[in-house]
């Protein structure tokens, strides 16, 4: 059963306020879950449980997307912004340098974190970042194509298709490996996240300038990439290890963008290993 999304009101330092949507479930050393541009928390549905069994577990919608609202007018959403943003709200849940997980975007903010020492640990699944100009861009338009459909399309015909595994597949294959096994509400409520995603936009554009060339040293680092990642392609990952000498460089067989419904045993198995 989902846990409740609850609210947190955050305060950063010399920043205005900003309210945060997570969902917290289970006991024991915190593991932070952040999902990718455009989706929302439930996207980590499918593994918070097994997670929760032996940790407590804390999935996030970022700034402008899923339930939390826009960033306030003049606040950036760089990367190194929201990632101090999300520091602050770990302290005011009282997360005291929780493990982090990340997938896409959420793996990219979770190796800043990781960076800032804000982190015990850091599982990037597929992060960004670590694109050549082309790749990046191949990937910004695939992300731009997704977010008209999802405007364009009434919200009759995605429940619509979203009834059959073929029209989950129409809706959902760039990111997942296995869409049929999507349910169709999922599929619904995360083409709605896409639809109403606030900070879509602007966070793409910040992406423009992300090259992540930095060490992340003195944690455990993860780095796990999906043999049929269709977004982010796989070869970034070698760049990542070359980037993050320390760090595993895990293959998530037969896995998308969004290994997390694909293989949800695989990705928390990966999330407790790095973790312990």
């Known amino acids: 059963m989902a846990a409740p999304v609850s609210f947190v009101h955050v305060t950063p330092p010399g920043r205005p306020a900003i309210r945060v949507a997570y969902q917290r479930k289970g006991s024991g050393t915190p593991i932070v879950l952040l999902h990718g541009i455009g989706h929302h928390l439930q996207a980590w549905e499918p593994v ?26 003049g606040v950036p959403y760089d990367v190194d912004s929201v990632a101090s943003l999300l520091a602050a709200t770990f302290t005011t849940l009282g997360l005291d340098r929780p493990h982090t997980a990340g997938n896409s975007l959420g793996g990219l903010l979770a190796l800043h974190l990781g960076i800032g020492k804000h982190v015990r640990s850091v599982t990037a699944l597929s992060p960004g970042g670590f694109w050549t100009p082309a790749e990046r861009r191949y990937a910004f338009a695939i992300l731009r194509g997704m977010r008209a459909g999802a405007k364009l399309l009434p919200r009759p015909a995605v429940g619509l298709l979203a009834r059959s595994a073929a029209g989950r597949a129409s809706l959902t294959s760039t990111i997942y490996a296995h869409p049929g096994r999507r349910s169709a509400s999922a599929v619904v409520a995360e083409t709605e996240a896409l639809r109403g995603a606030t900070g879509f936009e602007p966070t793409l554009a910040a992406g423009r300038a992300v090259l992540f060339t930095d060490d992340v040293p003195d944690i455990p680092v993860t780095i796990a990439w999906g043999s049929r990642d269709r977004l982010l392609l796989r070869r970034q990952g070698v760049r990542a290890k070359y980037a993050i000498p320390g760090a595993r460089l895990v293959r998530l067989p037969d896995c998308g963008h969004v290994p997390m419904n694909d293989d949800p045993a695989l990705v928390a198995r990966v999330i407790l290993d790095t973790a312990r």
């Open 48 to 73: 918070t449980d097994i997670l929760a069994a032996s940790h407590e577990v804390v999935a996030l919608d970022l700034p402008g997307f899923g339930a939390s609202p826009a960033l306030p007018p």
